[in-house]
């Protein structure tokens, strides 16, 4: 297992469009989490998995965002209807929740968004 | 909702200075995670920190944890050019990181 992967690295769309983003945790990684980075700022919780159980979704997030984690094993982020300001770094990290286990993240290489 | 603060924003060194970034949460946390962030990378874990008034070291690196559990802080003893990077903590929120607002560090030779 090479880590945690998102597909695309990069990602360019027009205002109005609807993209996706894919990500492969690791896979004795049971917790999958999203996040969004803007240039300067820490990374911004976006949403969160155990399994194929979406458990908690930011309160900053609009109903454009979806996500899902299908059978437990890697997710999609899907934003609808882009707009300028979704334009970022959005990442994709995994956890091991089991106990006794180190739970520090294991962050993949992000999708760049930029909507023109 | 949980803040974490950092202070500095940013640091500018001499290679051989030491550095520290403070964290400050807003909230008592079960934890307290350090990340590094490379120029154009991604964040990589450091080390996580559980106890009250805990001190961990990793070579030059030494992570405290506050005894309230409500703040930490990170020290680079004798700066090198490839410490460069942004420093975040991470606060333990209820099953999800709450990440600060990072340091970011430059280092001259």
């Known amino acids: 297992d090479t880590g945690v992967s998102q597909d695309p690295r990069h990602k360019i769309t027009k205002r109005g469009q609807n993209v996706t983003f894919r990500c492969d945790p690791i896979s004795e990684h049971n917790r999958l989490y999203w996040y969004r980075q803007t240039l300067g700022q820490g990374p911004e919780f976006l949403t969160y998995f155990q399994n194929e159980a979406q458990l908690e979704k930011s309160r900053l997030l609009s109903d454009r965002f979806s996500a899902e984690r299908p059978k437990g094993s890697f997710s999609t982020l899907e934003i609808q209807r882009t707009e300028q300001g979704d334009s970022a770094m959005y990442l994709c990290a995994s956890s091991d929740g089991r106990a006794g286990r180190p739970n520090g993240y294991t962050f993949g290489s992000g999708t760049r968004l930029t909507v023109v | ?109």
């Open chain 2, 1 to 109: 909702g949980q803040q974490v603060m950092q202070i500095p924003q940013y640091q500018h060194v001499q290679e051989g200075e030491d550095f520290t970034t403070y964290c400050n949460s807003s909230t008592t946390l079960s934890n307290i995670q350090w990340y590094k962030q490379r120029p154009g990378g991604h964040p990589v874990f450091l080390i996580q920190l559980v106890k009250s008034g805990e001190v961990k070291k990793q070579k030059r690196l030494t992570f405290q944890f506050g005894e309230a559990k409500k703040n930490s802080s990170l020290h680079i003893t004798a700066t090198q050019t490839t410490d460069v990077g942004t420093y975040f903590c991470a606060g333990n929120g209820f099953q999800k990181l709450v990440f600060g607002t990072g340091t970011r560090l430059l280092v001259s030779p």
